[in-house]
Every structure is written in C-alpha cells, then in structure tokens.
C-alpha cells in the first residue's frame, strides 16, 4: 500500500516568505508527527497528532511554525517569516497510535531558506 | 524524561566485517526500543524494536540488536556488513503509558569501504 507522502521534495524559498509543507500519512494511522532534521544533527520533535486530540506542540522553537491537521488526515506545517535557520529537512511520520508503535516516514522536504 | 545517546558519529568499517552500533538510553523503567536506518534522501525505515519478552530481537536485513537492562544500552550489530547498509543509524526510546513521543538518537553514520 501506500507509504507516508509528502511535498514538496525541495523548496527553496528567500528570507521572510511563508511556507507550506505538506504531509499524507498512511491511511488509517490516527498518529502523526514532524520532524526537523538538520545536518548532522538527530530529529528533532516539533508537532504530534493524535485523533481528535489537542495536539502536542511543545517542540515548535517559535510562534512561527504552526501546524494543522484537516480531518484527522492530511496536516500541513507551515513556517512564516522564513529564517536561514529553518534551512532543514523537515520529516513526517505516522504510526497506527502512539509511539509504542513503529512510525513511518515519509522522504522528507528539503528546505532552503536563501 | 527519556533520552538516547549514540557515542559514535562515524563508524566506518570494510565489507564482510562484524558491525556494532552503540546505543544507550536513560529511562525510568523498561522502554520501547527502536532502530530506525535513513538511507540518502530517504525517509526512516524500521530496522527492528523491543518491546518486551527476549532480550535479542532479530530484525531486517540481517539486523538483531540486544537489550541490556543493566547497562541500559540497546547496541545493533550485524555479522557482515554489505555496501548497501551504508547509511544513518538511529536510535529511539519511547515510554509505555508515558510520553506518545519517541526521543531519537542523534545518529550514527556507516561508512563501508570496499
């Protein structure tokens, strides 16, 4: 079946621009996660969803990063004002519920912030 | 609160040698484990994960690590390594009934020399 999509694979964006980044996880998994991945550096945990719950945004580093997730499905995260230090691969992963289970990622969009 | 170390950035190693990747966590009690790989422009694939029951778990691509509750490290290993398992290895720790959020290693780069 189908994995964890999502898009785009690489944007490029100039300082202060407001991006979307798009993230489809698999059918069915009512878990959803972001991820930021720097060079070199491990994944940092930014935003989880769970069903209907709140989410849990306690690793989004600023107000400037949000996220939403329509009907328990699709979620976008979206960076405004844009940084060079949000250059970054930013990973989404779902999973059937919560961590205890295996997440599954999707390929990640790279973004530059020039 | 939960925590992973990985001690080795690099590890670097010929083809058909004996692999060991390190991995320690701190944790309160017995957590869930897991060994994720990330191949180039990849997204995180599961290698394998201890939840619970034998302390040696078998997992993917020829992949078994084992669980060591005394030294709270959960080291991957491998018998012979192939080119292809060149790649970034993480480490994950999730809570049962704590935190829906696994915490990730930072990552340890394989590098297979010919």
């Known amino acids: 079946g189908a994995g964890v999509s999502q898009s785009p694979s690489n944007k490029v964006t100039e300082k202060g621009k407001d991006v979307e980044l798009r993230c489809d996880p698999i059918s069915g998994h009512t878990a959803l996660y972001w991820y930021r991945q720097s060079l070199g550096q491990g994944l940092e945990f930014l935003i989880y969803f769970q069903g209907n719950s709140a989410p849990d945004k306690s690793g989004l580093p600023s107000d400037r990063f949000s996220a939403e997730r329509t009907g328990g499905s699709v979620s976008t995260l979206t960076i405004q004002r844009t940084q060079q230090e949000d250059s970054a691969v930013y990973l989404c992963a779902s999973s059937l519920d919560f961590g205890g289970n295996e997440q599954f990622f999707g390929p990640g969009t790279r973004l530059t912030v020039l | 609160a939960q925590s992973v170390t990985q001690p080795d950035i690099h590890i670097t190693v010929s083809e058909g040698a004996s692999l060991e990747l390190r991995c320690n966590y701190s944790y309160g009690a017995t957590p869930y484990l897991f060994w994720y790989v990330q191949s180039p422009g990849q997204g995180l694939q599961l290698l394998l994960k201890y939840f619970s029951g034998d302390t040696l778990v078998q997992g993917i691509k020829g992949f078994e690590a084992e669980f060591k509750r005394s030294q709270s490290s959960f080291n991957l290993r491998k018998p012979s390594v192939h080119w292809s398992d060149a790649a970034e290895y993480f480490c994950?720790?999730?809570?049962?009934?704590?935190?829906?959020?696994?915490?990730f290693g930072r990552g340890t780069s394989l590098i297979v020399h010919p």
């Open positions: 994950a720790v999730g809570s049962p009934g704590g935190s829906y959020i696994p915490t």
